[in-house]
Structure formats: structure tokens, C-alpha cells
């Protein structure tokens, strides 16, 4: 009976099996085609007759799935034993767990505490050999005894306290009039070419130029310290927000657009989103910004009703030439800046762009 006869309708025979000769298939394999032969004897016949001519591979064997395929042809591509990704097929890929996270905040961390170590190291070296006089190169440990007494004195929490509230609160105004106003220059085009010199000009200007000025204007007041800020943050805000404006595609504002949205709801529900890793740029430049604008200020601004800060407590150490003092001062203004650095925005800016695949997992 020719081959054709045997096959059922429903096409049940591989390819390779279609593709051999009518004479060439047993009579179990025949059996086996035309269903006649009940579950146990098929499998049977299955066993017995194993692959098929030519080395093909029998239906009993299960397929390779893709990536098994693929995995000998590209090592870059293959798993690990515990079935983790590796090259393009981890880029998706986010690392979770308490030990992927200890280890990034360790990548994070020990870096900069191994550079302060040999550099204290390498200073108290300098005292040990060279010997200067106390009073023109102190060592660290006296440098961290006037920390020491300036924290049982309480002027130590008085001037961090006071500097991080006025810091605190300038930046958190700086942004709620940098951003509306960077979005309305990037909205309006005639706006910004008559107003983006100026807000640059107002960048690259020091902000202690700014000093005697607030004084004639508001006087030895906390509203002094306020303005300085303002006047430091404000551009840096704008331009990252602008620059990062700069960089949405066109195609998102035409989207928005054919879905209906509005001037204002594009620039605040699209066109802000997009530009998130250009503004938190300049949020980070503006708190730069802040933070030095009010230490000049503090340092200058000293008596009448304006408070006690770390610009103030330095300004008295160096009346008092207390080399240590302005030396401590000095580190810790430095290290409460790296502080709000690695704890705020540090995070903050690898979590928008690992959420945007810029960013692999604990990198």
C-alpha cells in the first residue's frame, strides 16, 4: 500500500518521516502512523525503533529549547549554572536580594573611606617627620580636639543645626521657583533666547558678590543668608532642567499632542518625566551652589539678628587664630556636603537611571 494511504489526515507524521521512501517504514511503524496500536504498545514500538534513518532524531526526544540552541554557538549568551544571564540577555536584569545590596553600598563606601585613610595617614606622616610648629600645621589629633570641645561647648550642634535649616529651606524655595521658571523657558522660545544669557551670567557669577548687597538690603538677618542662597541655586536649577529639556525627543511632544494634552499638561506630565536625569543634574549643582553661598554668607554676615553657624564658627576660630579650629570647621563643612551627596541624591539619581536601563544592577 503506498505511503500516502497510511498517513492520516491529520498529518501526525514529522517531516522526516513524510520525506522517506513508501518502503522504507515498518509495519509498526505504519502501525504506529495509523493509530491502530493502543498508548503501550506505541511506546513500545517507540522504543524499539528508536531514530530514525539518516541519524535524524526520533519523536521520543524532547526539542532544545532556544537559548540551550544558542548557548555553544554564543558564550556570551549562556547561562550560569544557577540559571543567571549573562551578556544582552542580562541587560533587563536587576539584581535583588540583601547581599546584592550590601555589596553596592560597600562598592559605594569603601572607596572614599580608603582615600581618607591614607590621607590622615599621609598627614599625621608629614607631622611625624617634619615636625612644623603646632600653630601653622596642627596634627589630627588636635584638629579632632577642638571638634571635641567645640561639641562639649554646644556650639558644635548649634552651627550644624542652623546651617542645615537655612540650606534646607533655600534649596527647597530655590526649586520651587527654578523649576516653573526653567519649564517656562523651555516652553517659550522668545523668553529664553532674551533670558538664557542672563540666567548663565547669573550661574557663573560668585555668589559672595552677592553679600554686600543683601546686607544694604535686608541687614544682619537670616532673609541675608536666604537671598544669597536663592541667587546661587536658582540658574544652576535652570539650566540642568534646560538641558535636560534639550535632550526629550521631539516625538514625545508629538504624541502627547495627538493624545489630546495641553501646552501645560505635556510640559508637566511628558516633557519633565523625560528630562528627569538632566534636572536631578542640576538640583545636585544647585545644592553645590547652596551649600557655598551660605557659608560665604555666614562667614560675612556675623552679628545682629542672624544666627550661629558653621560659616560663623569658622569665622571666630580664625579671629582667634585657632588654626584647628578653622580646620575642623573647614572638614566638616566638607564632609556634611559629601554626607547629603552619597545619602540623598546619590541614591536617588541611580534609581531613575537603573529604572531607565541606563543603570545595571548593582553598578
Same mark, same amino acid.
Given at each position: 500500500?503506498?505511503?500516502?494511504?497510511?498517513?492520516?489526515?491529520?498529518?501526525?507524521?514529522?517531516? /522526516?518521516?513524510?520525506?522517506? *521512501?513508501?518502503?522504507?517504514?515498518?509495519?509498526?511503524?505504519?502501525?504506529?502512523?495509523?493509530?491502530?496500536?493502543?498508548?503501550?504498545?506505541?511506546?513500545?514500538?517507540?522504543?524499539?525503533? &528508536?531514530?530514525?534513518? &539518516?541519524?535524524?532524531?526520533?519523536?521520543?526526544?524532547?526539542?532544545?529549547?532556544?537559548?540551550?540552541?544558542?548557548?555553544?554557538?554564543?558564550?556570551?549568551?549562556?547561562?550560569?549554572?544557577?540559571?543567571?544571564?549573562?551578556?544582552?540577555?542580562?541587560?533587563?536584569?536587576?539584581?535583588?536580594?540583601?547581599?546584592?545590596?550590601?555589596?553596592?553600598?560597600?562598592?559605594?563606601? =569603601?572607596?572614599?573611606?580608603?582615600?581618607?585613610?591614607?590621607?590622615?595617614?599621609?598627614?599625621?606622616?608629614?607631622?611625624?617627620?617634619?615636625?612644623?610648629?603646632?600653630?601653622?600645621?596642627?596634627? *589630627?589629633?588636635?584638629?579632632?580636639?577642638?571638634?571635641?570641645?567645640?561639641?562639649?561647648?554646644?556650639?558644635?550642634?548649634?552651627?550644624?543645626?542652623?546651617?542645615?535649616?537655612?540650606?534646607?529651606?533655600?534649596?527647597?524655595?530655590?526649586?520651587?521657583?527654578?523649576?516653573?521658571?526653567?519649564?517656562?523657558?523651555?516652553?517659550?522660545?522668545?523668553?529664553?533666547?532674551?533670558?538664557?544669557?542672563?540666567?548663565?551670567?547669573?550661574?557663573?557669577? *560668585?555668589?559672595?558678590?552677592?553679600?554686600?548687597?543683601?546686607?544694604?538690603?535686608?541687614?544682619?538677618?537670616?532673609?541675608?543668608?536666604?537671598?544669597? +542662597?536663592?541667587?546661587?541655586? +536658582?540658574?544652576?536649577?535652570?539650566?540642568?532642567? =534646560?538641558? &535636560?529639556?534639550?535632550?526629550?525627543? *521631539?516625538?514625545?511632544?508629538?504624541?502627547?499632542?495627538?493624545?489630546?494634552?495641553?501646552?501645560?499638561?505635556?510640559?508637566?506630565?511628558?516633557?519633565?518625566?523625560?528630562?528627569?536625569?538632566?534636572?536631578?543634574?542640576?538640583?545636585?549643582?544647585?545644592?553645590?551652589?547652596?551649600?557655598?553661598?551660605?557659608?560665604?554668607?555666614?562667614?560675612?554676615?556675623?552679628? &545682629?539678628?542672624?544666627?550661629?553657624?558653621?560659616?560663623?564658627?569658622?569665622?571666630?576660630?580664625?579671629?582667634?587664630? /585657632? =588654626?584647628?579650629?578653622?580646620?575642623?570647621? +573647614?572638614?566638616?563643612?566638607?564632609?556634611?556636603?559629601? =554626607? +547629603?551627596?552619597?545619602?540623598?541624591?546619590?541614591?536617588?539619581?541611580?534609581?531613575?537611571?537603573?529604572?531607565?536601563?541606563?543603570?545595571?544592577?548593582?553598578?
Amino acid at each position: 500500500m503506498p505511503l500516502e494511504n497510511a498517513v492520516p489526515a491529520s498529518g501526525s507524521l514529522s517531516e /522526516d518521516a513524510r520525506s522517506l *521512501p513508501s518502503g522504507s517504514l515498518s509495519e509498526d511503524e505504519r502501525s504506529l502512523s495509523s493509530g491502530s496500536l493502543s498508548e503501550d504498545e506505541r511506546s513500545e514500538t517507540e522504543t524499539k525503533r &528508536g531514530p530514525l534513518a &539518516g541519524g535524524r532524531e526520533g519523536t521520543s526526544h524532547p526539542r532544545q529549547s532556544t537559548a540551550s540552541r544558542l548557548a555553544p554557538a554564543a558564550p556570551g549568551l549562556a547561562q550560569r549554572p544557577h540559571g543567571e544571564l549573562e551578556g544582552l540577555d542580562r541587560l533587563q536584569t536587576v539584581e535583588i536580594g540583601s547581599a546584592s545590596r550590601t555589596r553596592e553600598r560597600l562598592r559605594a563606601v =569603601l572607596p572614599p573611606v580608603g582615600l581618607l585613610v591614607l590621607l590622615l595617614a599621609a598627614w599625621q606622616l608629614y607631622i611625624v617627620i617634619a615636625q612644623p610648629r603646632p600653630d601653622k600645621a596642627p596634627s *589630627p589629633a588636635q584638629v579632632l580636639g577642638a571638634l571635641g570641645d567645640a561639641w562639649q561647648s554646644g556650639r558644635l550642634q548649634e552651627s550644624v543645626l542652623t546651617s542645615l535649616e537655612r540650606g534646607g529651606i533655600g534649596f527647597v524655595v530655590a526649586i520651587a521657583v527654578g523649576t516653573p521658571l526653567g519649564l517656562l523657558l523651555a516652553e517659550w522660545k522668545l523668553l529664553r533666547r532674551a533670558a538664557g544669557p542672563l540666567i548663565s551670567g547669573l550661574q557663573v557669577l *560668585p555668589s559672595v558678590a552677592w553679600v554686600p548687597a543683601a546686607i544694604i538690603w535686608f541687614g544682619l538677618s537670616d532673609a541675608t543668608a536666604y537671598f544669597v +542662597i536663592l541667587m546661587g541655586a +536658582i540658574p544652576s536649577i535652570v539650566n540642568g532642567l =534646560l538641558a &535636560g529639556i534639550d535632550q526629550v525627543p *521631539p516625538q514625545l511632544r508629538r504624541v502627547g499632542t495627538v493624545l489630546g494634552a495641553g501646552r501645560l499638561q505635556a510640559a508637566t506630565a511628558i516633557v519633565l518625566p523625560a528630562a528627569l536625569p538632566g534636572y536631578l543634574a542640576g538640583l545636585k549643582q544647585g545644592w553645590a551652589f547652596s551649600w557655598r553661598s551660605l557659608m560665604a554668607a555666614e562667614i560675612i554676615t556675623t552679628g &545682629g539678628s542672624i544666627g550661629f553657624g558653621l560659616g560663623t564658627m569658622l569665622d571666630q576660630s580664625r579671629e582667634l587664630a /585657632d =588654626l584647628p579650629g578653622v580646620l575642623a570647621t +573647614i572638614i566638616l563643612i566638607l564632609a556634611i556636603g559629601i =554626607l +547629603i551627596e552619597l545619602a540623598l541624591f546619590a541614591p536617588i539619581e541611580r534609581a531613575v537611571l537603573r529604572r531607565r536601563g541606563l543603570l545595571l544592577g548593582g553598578a
